[in-house]
């Protein structure tokens, strides 16, 4: 596991996650006090919860980077 942890991660700062081949760029939105994230997808502007991205495990290619 290589990048970023979740402890790192700022309100207002974009990010790239890469997990299973997926590829999330996104913009972190509220921190939720259960150490989840909403998050606003920067291609499809579409909302959702940080967490529902790793929900299947975490990929030997699981990656956090700032953009």
Do not use: Q, W
């Not at 700022?10 to 994230?37: A, H, Q, S, T």
């Amino acid at each position: 596991m290589a990048g970023l942890s979740f402890d790192v991660l700022r309100v207002g700062k974009k990010y790239r996650l890469l997990n299973f081949g997926d590829r999330y760029e996104f913009e972190i939105e509220r921190i939720i006090g259960n150490g989840d994230f909403k998050v606003k997808d920067l291609n499809t502007l579409e909302r959702f919860l940080l967490k529902d991205t790793i929900k299947f495990g975490k990929g030997k290619d699981f990656e956090i980077r700032e953009l």
